[in-house]
Structure formats: C-alpha cells, structure tokens
C-alpha cells in the first residue's frame, strides 16, 4: 500500500477512517477480554458441579440426622412430640444461620 499523505484525502475521509480504526481496536479488546475470562471461567465450572453435589448430599445428612434425632426422641414424647422437637430444633439452627448470613452481609 502506498504511503498516503493529507493532500492525497479529504480530511473527512480521513476522521472516517480514523473512527472506522477505533472502532475496529475497541471491538477486538472486547473479543479479547472475553476470550480472557471465558477461559478463566472454564476452570470452575467442574469445582463448581463438585461443590453443588456436595452441598445436595450435605443436605440430604441433614434431612436424615433431624429424622434420626425425632425417632430418638419419640421414644420419651411420642412419634408426633419426637418429629416436632426435631423440627423444631432444625428451625432454630436454620434462624441462626440465617441470622449470621444478615449479620455478614450488613
């Protein structure tokens, strides 16, 4: 390409020109800067599918553990009184955490 002096184009083209460029290098720092954090993302998407599958066995324990402490108790209560204790008893932890989620967020 020959080298193009400002008496070879009108000074409107050239602000065209020079816009047209501008545009084109903020279009490729967004493609980059994406392609930057796609790749970034892409390592915790499995840590991410682990931590899920471990907070939905987590849940699970749980679920089990309150239903194993109501059989426990419904020995002294009844298998009504047992069940509503430990419901009870999972109500009140879940308040607390929740307490402490409002109070880290505040």
Same mark, same amino acid.
Do not use: H
């Given at each position: %390409?020959?080298? %193009? =002096?400002?008496?070879?184009?009108?000074?409107? =083209?050239?602000?065209?020109?020079?816009?047209?460029?501008?545009?084109?290098?903020?279009?490729?720092?967004?493609?980059?800067?994406?392609?930057?954090? =796609?790749?970034?993302?892409?390592?915790?998407?499995?840590?991410?599918?682990? #931590?899920?599958?471990?907070?939905?066995?987590?849940?699970?324990?749980? =679920?089990? #553990?309150?239903?194993?402490?109501?059989?426990?108790?419904?020995?002294?209560?009844?298998?009504?009184?047992?069940?509503?204790?430990?419901?009870?008893?999972?109500?009140?932890?879940?308040?607390?955490?929740? #307490?402490?989620?409002?109070?880290?967020?505040?």
């Amino acid at each position: %390409m020959a080298r %193009m =002096t400002l008496r070879d184009e009108p000074i409107g =083209t050239l602000l065209s020109q020079a816009v047209e460029r501008a545009r084109d290098l903020a279009k490729a720092e967004i493609a980059y800067y994406r392609a930057v954090a =796609t790749g970034k993302a892409q390592g915790f998407v499995r840590p991410a599918i682990l #931590l899920v599958a471990a907070l939905l066995i987590l849940q699970a324990s749980l =679920t089990v #553990l309150v239903a194993a402490l109501g059989v426990a108790i419904a020995a002294w209560l009844g298998p009504a009184g047992g069940l509503a204790v430990a419901a009870a008893v999972g109500i009140v932890l879940a308040g607390i955490l929740a #307490l402490v989620a409002k109070g880290a967020l505040s």
